[in-house]
Every structure is written in C-alpha cells, then in structure tokens.
C-alpha cells in the first residue's frame, strides 16, 4: 500500500514540478499521516490505554510501533479504515493549498492524472 501511495504522490510532484527532494517528501507525508492515524486512534481508547501507547510512542524508533504492537490496539481493518481517511484528508489539504499557485498548464495536467487514475480504478 505504501508504495502505491508513494507512486500517486511522486506523479502529483512531477506534474506540479515540485523542485525539493521528491522521496523523502513522499516518505514524510506518508509517515506524517501513521502519525496522525495514531493520534487519531489512541483518543479513541480508555485513558489507561491512551498512557500505555504513548508511553510505547515515546520509546519506539521515529515514533513508529510496530504492526503488531498497533494491532494489540486496533484491529487492521480500524487502523486501514482510518489511515486511508486520513491520508484523503492529507492529500486534499495539499491540492488545496498548491492549487493556487498552479500554472494553467499544471492544473491541467493534474486533472488529466486524476482523471486517468479514475477512470484505471473504476468504483473510487
């Protein structure tokens, strides 16, 4: 999943012809939505709970917990449900943000990605 996100991402920064590093862009955006899922996700659990995650975010790596760690939490289908909310809501803050600053040119190349990523995934 990380690298189809990771794919749609690189081809937005290519048609906006984003001028940073593009990977450790992707990487962060991806990494700043699990960080938000989390965030999310530990509000929804009984405050001794809370304590115990944030007390394992705070000596995990990079604030990572591992799969397994996160699924003693959360079922996979919680943490998929709401990763995927998130990262829309990501996504759609950043095209709301870049938008205005788009030259015609770009804007229409971004409509021609999405539309060709709609119409490759019917149903989404």
Same mark, same amino acid.
């Given at each position: 999943m990380k690298e189809e996100i990771k794919s749609i991402l690189k081809q937005v920064l290519v048609k906006i012809q984003y001028q940073g590093d593009v990977d450790k862009f992707c990487d962060l955006f991806i990494e700043n939505c699990h960080i938000e899922t989390l965030a999310v996700l530990v509000k929804s659990l009984p405050e001794n709970e809370q304590a115990e995650v944030m007390a394992k975010l705070k000596h995990a790596s990079g604030n990572n917990m591992t799969q397994a760690e996160?699924?003693?939490?959360?079922?996979?289908?919680?943490?998929?449900?709401?990763?995927?909310? !998130?990262?829309?809501?990501?996504?759609?803050?950043?095209?709301?943000?870049? !938008?205005?600053?788009? !030259?015609?040119?770009?804007?229409?190349?971004?409509?021609?990605?999405f539309q060709t990523m709609q119409s490759s995934s019917p149903g989404v």
């Open positions: 996160i699924e003693k939490y959360f079922p996979p289908d919680e943490y998929k449900n709401v990763f995927s909310e !998130t990262l829309k809501n990501a996504f759609n803050d950043y095209l709301e943000e870049i !938008t205005p600053d788009l !030259t015609e040119e770009q804007d229409k190349e971004l409509e021609a990605l």
